[in-house]
Nanobody
Framework: QVQLVESGGGLVQAGGSLRLSCAAS????????VGWFRQAPGKEREFVAA????????RYTDSVKGRFTISRDKAKNTVYLQMNSLKPEDTAVYYC?????????????????WGQGTQVTVSS
């Protein structure tokens, strides 16, 4: 029932910043856990960050800790991924995912709803 749309991707120089948005349409997204995943060409889709429906628990993959921050604005049905100190290895298509569970997990296969993805390219 939930439609997710990512935005905010683009091309940025190494060391720069981007903020991705994941907007839910149709129904309220306030009770869903939301995660960010990314997939680079030739690689598997990997977990990046997630936030529980309460917003009280955040998780990040080790490679982005200290650089990325996930947050949500329940009033706007939107989740954000602030990405700072970007590196070329962050280049990928970034997807947001949602699920009715409090905390689905870091495996992409357990998430039920997906956006279309937004491209992030970091140049060196």
């Amino acid at each position: 029932q939930v439609q997710l749309v990512e935005s905010g991707g683009g091309l940025v120089q190494a060391g720069g910043s981007l903020r991705l948005s994941c907007a839910a349409s149709g129904r309220s997204f306030n009770s869903y856990a939301v995660g960010w995943f990314r997939q680079a060409p030739g690689k598997e889709r990997e977990f990046v960050a997630a936030i529980t429906w309460t917003g009280s628990v955040r998780r990040y993959t080790d490679s982005v800790k200290g650089r990325f921050t996930i947050s949500r604005d329940k009033a706007k049905n939107t989740v954000y991924l602030q990405m700072n100190s970007l590196k070329p290895e962050d280049t990928a298509v970034y997807y947001c995912a949602g699920d009715e569970k409090f905390w689905p997990g870091s495996g992409f296969e357990v998430w039920h709803y997906w956006g279309q993805g937004t491209q992030v390219t970091v140049s060196s």
